[in-house]
């Protein structure tokens, strides 16, 4: 509770001329008053920054710089708040997948999923892009589950295939399809993740440009799509399975009033997740919906009041029995592939084949990155100008005594991709898409020293 106290004692309220008059008007009645001021208040604040350390890269006793100050999001044991934003393009761990920035409340999933999920399930994280949901869900679940990671978007899907293959868990199958494939195929899963498109108003603190786009229109829009979205979906759950629905934004158009709809439309219940007062997590902000029910438990974070942007959460649990969730099995992940395979996009999946060029096969970078490829390939060690370099896809020379032919980059130990050497030079093998674009090079390299492995 302190810790809140503080930052409401020094923020500043937001100016709420900036926003959208329909939308102060509506979130004023729907927040109170009071909590409104509070939330503007929260608004007037530097949005915190926080990052999810990847346990199947670093050892237990990675530590974060002191100098950042890291502190420990309590709802998620691999996060930590940082005291300032470094420049994450230009440290080769982030590249390495050593951690992942994300913002603090989302990594409320990690917390909902250790509360119910004990034994491996087959999990769907079904509008991923960029992916922070996906590895975070991969990272609180049973190591023998698989996870499907879905983007519609093509670019986005790109984007999240990057990411997940950085994260370098070989379970994870990044899909680029719409719902309404999915229900298609017929594949059924123990738990669905639900980050449905929305009106983003939990943004507007972070993007000015969320907040031009914003309007009632869109709100309509947002709330009619992300029922067709759960419709299609549905039919994808097992019974007695999980759907995880989640939005960025305030209204309770997209949020309990659509929970009520789900509760309405099919036979599902809404799960009560164990939180900490001192969390300050919100509950409904609108009288129960459901009349015959005494309680309707969803959870709210707003800035003011949370340390972290705007989010909604709900747990729904379908009708139905599903032991994957009760007692303990083994999935057939494999099965599950093959027919994914004959009905969806596929676009990335553990490690690509290498590309044939001559008599020589250079090694697909998903091997440099995979935590159990099996990667014979000689390894050396990098400083941080040469890491760099590399990152930008630029030309890099290695130490003389270092091995002829295909060989591991490392930076602190952790692979960051392939080169050929040739003595004199080295040929730099990282993915053109995935280079750092910009020229800029930081005054001071401390940003390497964020993670001590």
């Not at 594949?187 to 993740?193: A, G, N, Q």
């Not at 494999?334 to 553990?350: D, M, R, T, V």
């Not at 890491?387 to 032919?405: D, F, Q, V």
Request: charged share 25%; aromatic share 10%.
């Amino acid at each position: 509770m302190e810790r809140h106290q503080v930052q409401d004692q020094n923020a500043k309220t937001f100016d709420d001329n900036k926003l959208p008059k329909a939308f102060v008007a509506y979130t004023k009645e729907l927040f109170g008053e009071e909590r409104f001021n509070k939330f503007l208040s929260g608004l007037g604040q530097p949005s915190p920054v926080s990052i999810r350390l990847n346990p199947f890269k670093l050892p237990a006793n990675a530590t974060i710089n002191e100098a950042l100050k890291p502190t420990q999001i309590p709802w998620c044991k691999e996060g930590f708040y940082l005291n300032e934003r470094p420049n994450f393009t230009f440290d080769p761990l982030i590249h390495a997948g050593a951690y992942y920035v994300q913002e603090a409340s989302s990594m409320f999933l990690a917390h909902i999923l250790r509360q119910f999920v004990h034994f491996p399930v087959a999990l769907l994280d079904l509008c991923a892009a960029p992916g922070g949901k996906t590895t975070c869900a991969r990272t609180a679940i049973p190591s023998e589950s698989i996870v499907f990671s879905n983007e519609p978007m093509g670019k986005r899907a790109q984007i999240l295939a990057e990411n997940v293959q950085k994260f370098g868990h070989p379970d994870v199958v990044v899909t680029n399809n719409y719902p309404i494939e999915y229900k298609k195929t017929k594949l059924k899963f123990d738990v669905i993740v639900a980050d449905v498109p929305c009106s983003g108003e939990g943004m507007f603190r972070k993007d000015e440009q969320a907040m031009a786009e914003w309007s009632e229109k869109n709100v309509a829009n947002c709330w009619q799509l992300q029922r067709s979205i759960v419709a299609d979906i549905w039919d994808n759950l097992n019974p007695g399975g999980l759907l995880i629905y989640s939005t960025c934004t305030f209204n309770a158009h997209e949020n309990e009033e659509n929970i009520a709809w789900i509760l309405n439309e099919y036979n599902a219940e809404l799960l009560e997740v164990k939180t900490e007062k001192d969390w300050n997590i919100m509950g409904s902000l609108i009288n129960n919906p459901l009349k015959d029910k005494d309680s309707f438990p969803v959870y709210r974070f707003i800035p003011g009041f949370t340390k972290g942007e705007g989010l909604f959460m709900a747990v729904i649990k379908k009708a139905g029995t599903n032991p994957n969730l009760a007692e303990k099995h083994t999935i057939n992940g494999e099965k599950l592939i093959g027919e994914a395979k004959k009905k969806l996009y596929i676009i990335a999946h553990g490690v690509k084949a290498g590309t044939t060029k001559g008599k020589n096969v250079v090694p697909d970078h998903s091997l440099a990155l995979m935590i159990n490829g099996k990667n014979d390939f000689p390894k050396i060690e990098i400083n941080y100008e040469t890491a760099i370099k590399y990152l930008r896809r630029e030309a890099i020379t290695l130490e003389s005594n270092a091995p002829k032919g295909i060989v591991t980059l490392t930076f602190k130990g952790l692979a960051i991709g392939f080169a050929k050497n040739l003595g004199n030079r080295a040929n730099n093998l990282y993915p053109q898409e995935w280079r750092i674009k910009s020229s800029h090079l930081p005054e001071e390299q401390s940003i390497i020293n964020k993670i001590q492995i």
